[in-house]
Every structure is written in structure tokens, then in C-alpha cells.
């Protein structure tokens, strides 16, 4: 077993039965989706610690276990024990009594982790009755002294054992919590450490420490968010494209092949994006497997995106004599136009989200997307930038869904859950304030014009990041 620092910082020991969940916990927990789960009982052999850090500053170790082997010959060993022997002493003396048993090697394992942590999470799925080897599991618990704390992580509903359980778990550990692995956002994880902070009071100011520090970190994350949401919304609608135009190339058909190239651009600068936002909540392995009918998997420039998703056309309009933007109009050209009224969009209602403003499908949103020019004696197609705000709307939009998704899936998850009609906790930016989607009109407009954003930015930066905290 890899040697246990334990000296710095808090540490939990992660015990329990086999495949009852512990790798899972410790995954969320510790945000690490490099943690080896499986429907497979025996799937973690060693003992391995993960530190939940911040810029680099461990705050916590969780040591991930492999499940108990032999509970009740363990117990009946330990029977035998001094009754206050300490964990320490205990560990060493079955190590040794144990040497060489490949039967007792896990047990071994977890004894020494227990022995080496300030306290335990023992991990447990109440949707079986109490067994035998469950009480022997929690005696040898109990009798190593740690400060302890029951997980039900339960897989599926439980509450038909849930009392023999609960009557079982008070009497052998200092708190009880239910705790989803697969589904615990950043508010359940808090939740535990604070349950935790009052099962031991000497863990109290550290703990305290550790949720201020995590809470800041979550604040910083969602600024750092906004700040990618801007850079995609900034990069989008600035974005041009060349193609030459040699003598005798019809020029509807050059700009038509480039077209495709031009979108194809915008779309994999969103998919860079929320690259970017992954890696910002620690996603770096897994990579989630959005619903087929998920709003964010739908093709950016598909009609079903510009109908259900950005401003209706009621609020384009207001908004775009407000901002003094060019939204859904022509804008001037110096380039000389050509369009491409290719985008529908409208008020729909968002998928499962009710309560939306339902308008009628409107007239196209065009995209100014072509232009001609003199340049060294070459002429050449220009495409870009899009000439409606409604793109940036869209791209919003888009990236508030794709960061809610991101941002609450729980690091234990590793497969697609069907769940119907997902509402976003995040608003959509038909429903903002006004004053908010003038912002975003602005910002959109004055790239669009090609003129200077400093202030718009660190504007829209705001109005994001309070739209993301709760607040917009
Ligand atoms: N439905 C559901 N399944 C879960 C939950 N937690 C874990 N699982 C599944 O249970 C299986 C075992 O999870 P692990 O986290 O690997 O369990 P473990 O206790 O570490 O298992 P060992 O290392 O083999 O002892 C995996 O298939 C998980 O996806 C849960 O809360 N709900
Ligand atoms: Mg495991």
C-alpha cells in the first residue's frame, strides 16, 4: 500500500462492503473522474489516497478501500483484542497475524487505512436487508475507535429497509447521512462536510476552513466560466472568412463552398468552449454523453436551436432599438451584401421548461455572411461577421445549458441517464431582465460593427457571472 501521509490535513478512510459504492463517494467527493468504477464487486484491491486541492494547497485526503474481505473472521480475531486497543496497535497486530492470508489481504488493507486516517465514511446501499456481514463489518468499525460516518449511497429506493438500517447505523456511528455519489452536486457535497464538521468537534475549524475554501473556489470557477462564455460570444461574432475569387468562378458558388467552412468554424470554436468549460469543474477524463434530444446536442445552426433557443422576436425587435444594435436588421455593409437567410427563430417553448414566451415562428434572421473586395488586385468572397445579435443570444444560451450540465454532474457519474424534460436551473436569456439582454445586444452589436468593447465586456462578464450564481 502506497504510504498515507496523514500529517497536514484532514484524511477519511472510505470503507465498506464490495461494490457498495465507496470509489463512487470518493470520486464526487473529490471531483476525480479518473477513479476506477465498476458494476464489478472487487474492482478496487489497494488502498489509494486522492486530496481534494486548490491551486495546488491540499484541503482533504479521502482514501478509497477495497471492500471488506472476511468480515466476520476479521471480528472474531479482534474479539479476542484488548477492548480500547488502539487502531494503530490493532492494525499492526493483524497485519502480522495475517501475513501471507491472500484471504485476509483487503481486510488487512482497509484496517490499516482506518488506523492511518482522522476518521471513516463507511459506504453502504440499504436496498438489501441487514446481513450478517454488515454487522460484523460495523463492529470492526465501531471497536477501531474512529470518529465515523454512515453513507447511504443507496442504489436504488431503499425505503423498505431503510428503519432496520437507520436502527443499526445510530447505534454504531456517530452520524447517518444520505449521500447520492452519482448524483451529488456541489451544494450535497458541502452538505456532507458540514455533517461531517459535527460528528468530531476537533475536525470543526478545519472543516470550516476547507467549505470557505471550496465555496471561493466555486465563485472563481463561475467568474472564470463567464469569462469563457465572453471569449466564445467575442470570437463568434467577429469571426470572418476569405475565399479568392479567380476570374470566371461564379461567385454565388464560392461563397456557397465557403459557407459551410464558416460555420463549421463557429461551431467547433463552441465545442473549444465548452472544452474550456469542462476542464474549469474538473471534467477531464469522462466525457458526459449528452441526451440525443438535449438542446446542446442539437446542431448549433439547426432550426430547432434558433426556434426554441435566444429572443423572441418581439425581443429582438425592442432590444435592438434600445441597444442602437443591428438585430434581425440589415446592418451597413461596407463590404457590399450578400445573405443567407438561413436562421429561423422564435419562441418555442424550451425543452421541459414551461412558462416561455411562445411567439410565433418568425421571419429569418439574416446572417450577413459575404461581401467582395479589392485587395492587391484579388478579389475575394468575405464572410462574417454574422449580422444579427441573435447568434450571440444563441451561443449564450447554449453554453448556460452545456455549463448547468457540467457543473452538476456529480464526478461518479459515467454513463448517460435518461431523465426527461431536464429543466435548466439556469435562465435562458429570453427570460433575463431587459436591461441584462441589452447588454448582450450591445456587446454583439459593437462587434458586429467592428468598434471597441472593453467596457461592454467586463459588462456582459457580470451579468453572466450573477446569472450563473442566482442572482441575474
Ligand atoms: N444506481 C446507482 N448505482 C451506483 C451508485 N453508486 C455506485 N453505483 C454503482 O455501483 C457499482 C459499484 O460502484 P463502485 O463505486 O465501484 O463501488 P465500490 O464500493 O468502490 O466497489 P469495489 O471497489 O468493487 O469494492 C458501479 O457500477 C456504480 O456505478 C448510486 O448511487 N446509484
Ligand atoms: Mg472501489
Not at 440 to 468: H, N, P, Q
Amino acid at each position: 500500500m502506497k504510504d498515507i501521509k496523514t500529517a497536514e490535513v484532514l484524511s477519511f478512510a472510505v470503507v465498506g462492503h464490495p461494490n457498495e459504492g465507496k470509489s463512487s463517494v470518493v470520486s464526487t467527493l473529490t471531483e476525480r473522474d479518473d477513479i476506477r468504477i465498476s458494476p464489478t464487486p472487487g474492482e478496487t484491491e489497494h488502498c489509494v489516497e486522492y486530496t481534494v486541492e486548490i491551486d495546488h494547497q491540499p484541503l482533504l485526503r479521502f482514501i478509497d478501500t477495497p471492500g471488506f474481505q472476511v468480515p466476520r473472521k476479521t471480528l472474531k480475531w479482534l474479539a479476542r483484542r484488548p477492548i480500547h486497543e488502539d487502531a494503530k496497535i490493532i492494525s499492526e497486530a493483524f497485519a502480522s497475524d495475517f501475513a501471507g492470508r491472500t484471504a485476509f489481504v483487503h481486510d488487512i488493507r482497509i484496517l490499516r487505512a482506518v488506523a492511518d486516517t482522522h476518521g471513516l465514511l463507511y459506504v453502504l446501499d440499504a436496498t438489501k436487508p441487514v446481513g450478517p456481514d454488515d454487522l460484523a463489518e460495523m463492529e470492526i468499525l465501531r471497536r477501531l475507535g474512529r470518529t465515523r460516518m454512515a453513507v447511504l449511497n443507496s442504489k436504488g429506493d431503499d425505503s423498505e429497509f431503510e428503519e432496520e438500517w437507520r436502527a443499526v447505523l445510530n447505534r454504531h456511528f456517530n452520524a447517518v447521512r444520505r449521500f447520492n455519489a452519482r448524483e451529488a452536486a456541489f451544494d450535497e457535497r458541502i452538505r456532507l462536510l458540514s455533517a461531517l464538521r459535527l460528528t468530531d468537534q476537533r475536525w470543526e475549524k478545519d472543516l470550516d476552513c476547507v467549505i470557505t475554501a471550496l465555496e471561493i473556489d466555486r465563485r472563481r470557477r463561475i467568474r472564470r466560466a463567464a469569462d469563457i462564455i465572453v471569449d466564445l460570444v467575442r470570437d463568434c461574432m467577429t469571426k470572418t472568412m476569405d475565399a479568392p475569387l479567380k476570374s470566371g468562378d461564379d461567385r454565388k458558388e464560392v461563397q456557397k463552398s465557403l459557407m459551410p467552412r464558416y460555420t463549421e468554424w463557429l461551431r467547433q470554436r463552441e465545442v473549444q468552449s465548452q472544452h474550456e468549460l469542462r476542464i474549469e469543474f474538473r471534467h477531464r477524463h469522462f466525457e458526459m454523453e449528452l441526451k440525443e434530444d438535449d438542446l446542446v446536442a442539437h446542431d448549433l445552426f439547426s432550426k430547432e436551436t434558433w426556434r426554441v433557443l435566444g429572443l423572441t422576436r418581439r425581443q429582438l425587435t425592442t432590444i435592438s432599438t434600445l441597444a442602437g444594435a443591428a438585430a434581425g436588421a440589415a446592418v451597413d455593409l461596407a463590404l457590399g451584401e450578400v445573405t443567407f437567410g438561413v436562421f429561423m427563430a422564435g419562441g418555442a417553448v424550451l425543452g421541459g421548461v414551461s412558462g416561455l414566451a411562445g411567439s410565433r415562428p418568425l421571419s429569418q434572421v439574416r446572417v450577413r455572411l459575404a461581401g467582395m473586395n479589392h485587395q492587391m488586385g484579388h478579389r475575394y468572397i468575405k464572410l462574417g461577421p454574422p449580422n444579427g445579435v441573435q447568434l450571440a443570444f444563441i451561443l449564450i444560451d447554449r453554453a448556460l445549458l452545456y455549463l448547468d450540465t457540467v457543473s452538476r454532474w456529480a464526478h461518479a457519474k459515467r454513463e448517460r441517464v435518461e431523465v426527461d424534460n431536464v429543466v435548466s436551473s439556469l435562465p435562458m436569456t429570453r427570460l433575463w431582465a431587459r436591461n441584462n439582454q441589452v447588454v448582450v445586444s450591445r456587446f454583439a452589436g459593437r462587434l458586429i460593427r467592428g468598434k471597441r468593447v472593453e467596457k461592454e465586456l467586463d459588462t456582459l462578464r457580470g451579468v453572466l457571472t450573477e446569472v450563473m450564481t442566482g442572482n441575474g
